[in-house]
């Protein structure tokens, strides 16, 4: 009998679902539909219980979901459920049954049975709680109403088929949330950047662009992306770079120490850009090592500055907001004077009160700060 259990049809595929789960959020939908099916029930929860009373769903069956005006009441009985309570102190990781944690008599006085589950047309229930990260409380809960009838040994045993594979497949899926957390972060820390970074290989090849280096390849005819690799104008530039490229792959592989990793790209009428090359190493993977890659950190020395940012620091007015921005960018009084039609006694009065909000008591020092206190790119709005 057990062994058949194991080669149970349903049972086998819903395992199988599960793990295809793990790295697609699609066929996680509907996962709690699939484990009710596959035990014979109507219903099916899976939810996290945290500190604080806090508790999140994270599938749970169509008849379970309640209209929104009822979501409050919905959410106290999620926080209040006794079967979660009873199961915690039964055991962790152990299939129990409803009639283990609760008696006919509770049932009866019980708010839980008379509020909650009878809007649910739930009586019965099989089920776990078992430890994820983080010290929250994991619980699958498998539901049926009154007339289909108590849970028996069989349905325990085949749920105990299926417990060990949710657990692993919950934490697997909770690694790589954190793994994909961190990525987002990285990405978001790098598009803030006044530094443009490329990600590439030994060719060359763009594995990704910040938003910075995106701006600097398209405003920059130095730079230029041919067949989805960064080139140089002119050849002798390219390579040179290529030299670096491959010394920061040689570093990566720990065959070279500290070669020359930098290159100025000259631009005609303007400060030249500074590019510095610097070895990413591989990673060690779960099935094999990553290839290793070099970052390429291009910076503009005249790139422009946020003048909101500059005011938001220093509690400038919008004049000397525009006054501090010049500045940064290395502009002399003069040129500043000349660009916005004003006589340069204006200015140096402007940069006069400048130097007492920003603290600084000779002009570079005020150009130093200005240049580095914020960054010289716009956050990039959030994509759909």
């Known amino acids: 009998m057990r062994s058949r259990e ?41 939810k996290l ?48 049954t409803s009639d283990e944690l609760v008696t006919p008599a509770e049932q009866r006085r019980s708010g839980f049975y008379q509020d909650w589950l009878r809007r649910l047309d739930i009586h019965h229930m099989l089920g776990a709680v078992f430890p994820v990260a ?50 987002t972060a990285a990405l978001e820390a790098l598009d803030r950047l006044d530094t443009g970074v490329l990600v590439m290989d030994g060719a060359c090849r763009i594995i990704h662009a910040s938003a910075m280096a995106q701006s600097l390849l398209r405003d920059n005819a130095a730079l230029a992306v041919v067949g989805g690799r960064l080139w140089l104008r002119p050849p002798h530039l390219h390579d040179r770079l ?28 303007r400060m030249p850009l500074a590019l510095e090359v610097a070895p990413l190493p591989p990673s060690i993977g779960a099935l094999a090592k990553s290839r290793p890659y070099c970052l390429l950190f291009i910076r503009d020395p005249q790139a422009p500055i946020v003048v909101a940012r500059l005011r938001e620091l ?11 921005a010049a500045l940064g960018q290395g502009h002399s009084p003069q040129e500043i004077a000349a660009s916005m039609d004003v006589g340069i006694a204006t200015v140096r009065s402007h940069i006069k009160r400048l130097l007492a909000k920003t603290g600084t008591h000779r002009q570079a020092q005020a150009v130093t700060l200005l240049a580095r206190s914020v960054s010289s790119n716009e956050p990039c709005p959030p994509q759909n």
Not at 18 to 36: F, K, M, S
Not at 135 to 145: D, E, Q
Not at 246 to 269: C, E, F, I, N, Y
């Open 49 to 96: 219980h945290g500190d604080g009373a806090s508790v999140s769903l994270l599938e749970c069956t169509e008849n379970l979901v309640v209209p929104e005006r009822e979501r409050a009441w919905a959410d106290e009985w999620h926080r209040k459920d006794l079967w979660v309570e009873r199961s915690v102190a039964y055991g962790m990781s152990r299939i129990v």
């Open 242 to 269: 290529l030299s670096r490229v491959r010394a920061a792959l040689d570093v990566a592989h720990g065959r070279l120490a500290k070669p020359a990793m930098a290159l100025s790209v000259p631009r005609p009428g």
């Open 134 to 183: 983080d010290g929250a409380v994991g619980v699958l809960g498998i539901h049926r109403p009154r007339a289909a009838g108590a849970y028996a040994q069989r349905e325990r045993r085949r749920a105990g088929l299926v417990l060990p594979h949710l657990q692993r497949v919950l934490r697997l899926r909770q690694r790589l949330a954190a793994q994909s957390r961190l990525h």
């Open 6 to 46: 194991r080669h149970d049809p349903r049972i086998a595929e819903l395992v199988a679902h599960l793990y295809d789960a793990v790295l697609d959020d699609a066929p996680w939908q509907g996962t709690a539909a699939r484990i009710a099916h596959a035990l014979g029930s109507t219903s099916a929860v899976l």
């Open 314 to 324: 220093f509690g400038l007015t919008h004049t000397e907001g525009v006054v501090a």
